[in-house]
């Protein structure tokens, strides 16, 4: 289990997107030996994906994953933005 930020991705330059939690725990499963550093996974909202919502609510998706993960679970799942003007 780690903790992961999760972050904003192709926000327009006079937007800014707030995302709750800003931390998700991740469960892997993986490879046995796992040989890859499991802190360089990243995780992200796309704004596009935010737009497309009716609720504000979004799945955060694995922008970077180590070579020998099978799967993942975030927990919490679903991640709420807020997007405001700069």
């Given at each position: 289990?780690?903790?992961?930020?999760?972050?904003?991705?192709?926000?327009?330059?006079?937007?800014?997107?707030?995302?709750?939690?800003a931390?998700?725990?991740?469960?892997?499963?993986s490879v046995?030996?796992?040989v890859?550093?499991?802190?360089?996974?990243?995780?992200?909202?796309?704004y596009g994906?935010?737009?497309?919502?009716?609720?504000?609510?979004?799945?955060?998706?694995?922008d970077?994953?180590?070579?020998?993960?099978?799967?993942?679970?975030?927990?919490p799942?679903?991640?709420?933005?807020?997007?405001?003007?700069?």
């Amino acid at each position: 289990r780690y903790d992961v930020e999760i972050s904003a991705k192709n926000v327009p330059a006079d937007k800014e997107m707030m995302i709750y939690p800003a931390h998700a725990e991740v469960v892997v499963r993986s490879v046995f030996p796992l040989v890859s550093d499991l802190s360089d996974m990243t995780f992200s909202v796309d704004y596009g994906d935010f737009v497309n919502s009716r609720s504000g609510k979004c799945i955060a998706r694995p922008d970077y994953l180590p070579e020998g993960i099978i799967e993942y679970e975030l927990k919490p799942e679903i991640f709420e933005c807020v997007l405001t003007e700069k």
